[in-house]
């Protein structure tokens, strides 16, 4: 079994690049199944079901979406067994640019939109850096120079990626990215992460709604970048 | 500079997924080629496949080989080695950086040097009305502004054997000129236009409809001639707009 984690900022393309990929894996007679991680809602599965692999959805709600996506990889790996696939590919909420829900043994893809300008591969963090692959998308919104230089940026922060231009309207790059899937290692049985989850665990991780600071506990850090540990 | 002597297009299908009527066309070192056709008739993907060197994974389903064989990966995505420079009908930037570093983040991605810049800005400068400078911002430049800069860029940075052109014409800039600068000697140029001028100095023109290359005309010398005419007119048509710019009458220059 391949696993596959797709993730990037919400509206990057992330669902529709994986829908041509998808098509290109069954072409080459692969045996994809999805499972679509969100946070409150999602109707994304009924675009998947349409390609008539097994789908399913994981919706976080009041978790972390990707600490949701972590804790429930293995359970993911199990149900893609039972639906006789060999390759799982887990699309995650795509929120927080400091998580990165990639373990150590999956092919790791991150999905980044290069209308957002040439500065946001510096923005993104882990979830860019420690990928495999970078599919840039909307690139037929920019001129060449305008991809080139995002294409830059890209591999300033993360100089060992391969990055795979792709549209999500017409499908280009979905063979390439395909066969990156497909030349992708098995997964692993003990796998780890490849960048820690954030340190901080405070009275807000559990629930405290109030917003002076008097009520709060834990690992905290100020604006001034301090940090300083208030409780017990 | 890999040296490419021709490019060939191998024929895919047309929207309805039907083959091309026409199934290979080779454009030599030097030529340029026109591909003209409606809206809607498949130009700028027939652009788009040769700027990623197609092999089947396209949605026309066409393949671009260089000097008759398909080309190494690594060609197509490394801007390194990239063999075509392309200009899109983009007419504004996105990017929110000023125009100096821009084009220093350019000459890089393309393993060039920080002392092309100026060169650019100069050529760009001869291109437009309106000067640009290096510390504007690209976000603020105008259409013609980015037009020119753009043009100058590809001539100077992604200076390419393989040239694709996309609609010059639409641009607000000096269009003649501005072939000229992209399509010097010994390159391969393929520009979509419906402009007569542009049209009829390129050798070939491939006709499009429907998604499908569907003809293939060579420029009869009857045209050519035609073009000479149409050349004096349009460029009495420019000196007309420059006049009229300058705040000046045309009574009497006709």
């Not at chain 1, 972390?64 to 039972?82: G, Q, R, S, V």
């Not at chain 2, 499908?212 to 009857?222: A, C, H, N």
Request: include cysteine.
């Amino acid at each position: 079994m391949k696993l596959i984690v797709l993730a990037g900022t919400p509206g990057s393309g992330k669902t529709s690049v994986l829908l041509h990929a998808i098509k290109a894996l069954v072409s080459l007679g692969n045996s994809p199944a999805v499972v679509k991680i969100d946070c409150l809602w999602t109707d994304d599965d009924q675009r998947f079901q349409r390609l008539g692999i097994p789908v399913q959805v994981g919706l976080a709600k009041d978790m972390c979406p990707d600490h949701f996506t972590i804790y429930n990889t293995e359970d993911m790996l199990k149900w893609a067994e039972t639906q006789g696939a060999d390759i799982l590919l887990n699309e995650t909420a795509g929120l927080c640019l400091r998580c990165a829900p990639y373990p150590d043994n999956c092919l790791a893809v991150c999905v980044i939109d290069v209308t957002t300008g040439p500065n946001t591969p510096l923005k993104v963090g882990p979830l860019l850096t420690t990928a495999d692959v970078v599919v840039m998308t909307k690139g037929d919104v920019v001129s060449q120079a305008e991809r080139e230089v995002f294409r830059e940026r890209v591999l300033d922060v993360n100089p060992a990626c391969s990055i795979v231009e792709a549209n999500g309207l017409t499908g280009k790059g979905s063979f390439e990215l395909a066969e990156l899937i497909r030349a992708s290692s098995d997964t692993g049985i003990e796998m780890k992460l490849r960048y820690n989850p954030p340190l901080a665990i405070c009275s807000l991780c559990t629930g405290e709604m109030r917003v002076a600071r008097k009520h709060h506990m834990g690992v905290l850090r100020s604006l001034d970048g301090s940090m300083e540990y208030r409780g017990e | 500079m890999r040296d490419v002597t021709t490019l060939t297009i191998l024929g895919g299908v047309n929207k309805e997924g039907i083959p091309e009527c026409i199934d290979r066309i080779e454009v030599n070192k030097g030529e340029i080629i026109g591909i003209v056709g409606p809206t809607g008739s498949g130009k700028s993907t027939l652009i788009d496949d040769i700027e990623q060197l197609a092999r089947g994974d396209t949605s026309s389903g066409r393949h671009i080989l260089i000097n008759g064989e398909v080309p190494d990966s690594s060609i197509r995505v490394d801007p390194r080695l990239k063999l075509v420079a392309q200009l899109s009908q983009k007419m504004h930037f996105l990017a929110d950086m000023t125009v100096e570093d821009f084009l220093v983040m350019h000459a890089r991605s393309r393993g060039k040097g920080p002392e092309l810049v100026h060169r650019v800005l100069e050529l760009a400068n001869t291109l437009t009305g309106e000067p640009i400078a290096l510390h504007h911002h690209l976000t603020a430049l105008s259409g013609g502004q980015s037009r020119s800069l753009m043009t100058a860029d590809i001539a100077v940075i992604s200076d390419s054997p393989v040239v694709l052109i996309d609609e010059i014409e639409n641009a607000g800039i000096r269009k003649q000129e501005a072939l000229e600068l992209l399509a010097c000697e010994g390159k391969i140029v393929v520009v979509v236009t419906h402009d007569p001028v542009l049209a009829l100095m390129a050798t070939r023109r491939i006709v499009m409809k429907n998604g499908g290359m569907v003809d293939v005309i060579t420029t009869s010398l009857q045209e050519q001639q035609v073009c000479c005419k149409i050349a004096e007119v349009d460029n009495w048509l420019l000196s007309l707009r420059e006049t009229i710019r300058r705040g000046d009458l045309v009574e009497g220059t006709v």
